[in-house]
Nanobody, 113 residues
Framework: VQLQASGGGLVQAGGSLRLSCAVS????????MGWYRQAPGKQRELVAW??????NYAESVKGRFTISRDNLKNTLYLQINILKPEDTAVYYC?????????WGQGTQVTVSS
C-alpha cells in the first residue's frame, strides 16, 4: 500500500488549502483513514479521521477542517479553512487495517501571519 500526499503550501492566515492523499496498492477497505500533523519540536497529533462512516476531529480544528474521501478515486482529502499560524506543520495521511498501518510522506503547510 502506498500513500501520496499533496496540496500543501505557503498561505496567509485566513486562507484555505485542500490536501489530498492518493492511496494505491490496496486490495480491500481500511478500518480507518486519517490525517495527522507534526509541528517543529512537537509530537505528531491526529487532527481528523474517518472510520465506520463517521468523521472525527481534534478539538483544535473543529469547524475549520473537513475530512472526506472519494472511494472511486481512492483519495482522502482534508479541506482546511481559516488557516492559523499554529496550523503550520507537516501533514501526514494514514490508513490502517487490522495491525497494518500505512503512512504517506507528508506535505508541508506553512501559514504566515
Amino acid at each position: 500500500v502506498q500513500l501520496q500526499a499533496s496540496g500543501g503550501g505557503l498561505v496567509q492566515a485566513g486562507g484555505s488549502l485542500r490536501l489530498s492523499c492518493a492511496v494505491s496498492g490496496s486490495d480491500g477497505p481500511f478500518s480507518a483513514m486519517g490525517w495527522y500533523r507534526q509541528a517543529p519540536g512537537k509530537q505528531r497529533e491526529l487532527v481528523a479521521w474517518v472510520s465506520g462512516g463517521q468523521t472525527n476531529y481534534a478539538e483544535s480544528v473543529k469547524g475549520r477542517f473537513t475530512i472526506s474521501r472519494d472511494n472511486l478515486k481512492n483519495t482522502l482529502y482534508l479541506q482546511i479553512n481559516i488557516l492559523k499560524p499554529e496550523d503550520t506543520a507537516v501533514y501526514y495521511c494514514n490508513v490502517h487495517r487490522g495491525w497494518d498501518n500505512y503512512w504517506g510522506q507528508g506535505t508541508q503547510v506553512t501559514v504566515s501571519s
